[in-house]
């Protein structure tokens, strides 16, 4: 089983507002454009991203167990847990008091965590195995340039 995170505990996200510049301009990934005035905006990502500051909690991911689903090692997660988790939901959870990171799978029969990565194994509940969603993944933040 591979943790989500490097140290002992999750670190829980500050209330201070992060607010950069955001352009009005959508950019394209596909064709090119014709050239825009680029405005610009202010923008908290606070707002954007966190829906319950006090729940939030920031992840570092270790592992490569969820990278067909676009999570890789070393990204970060915002885990909110405030929200309910619900089937297809990325959660982190704790499989007998151990943080994995799987895709919760409620539907059809028992419940179980499904890996994004063929390679390892979906953790299916045992008799007397404690399984809990510690919180509901929110975001995952990517960093392309070390």
Known sequence: MHSVYASSAPQLL???P???PMSESRVHAGFPSPAEDFAVNRLDLTQILITHPQATYIW???GESMQDLGIDDGDLLLVNRALRALHDYIVVATVDGEYTLKQLHQRPGPM?????NPSYPDIRPKDGQIIEIWGVVTNCIKRFIP
């Open 18 to 20: 992060l607010v950069l």
């Open 14 to 16: 500050s209330a201070i």
């Open 60 to 62: 570092k991911v270790s």
């Open 112 to 116: 179980r965590l499904k890996a994004g």
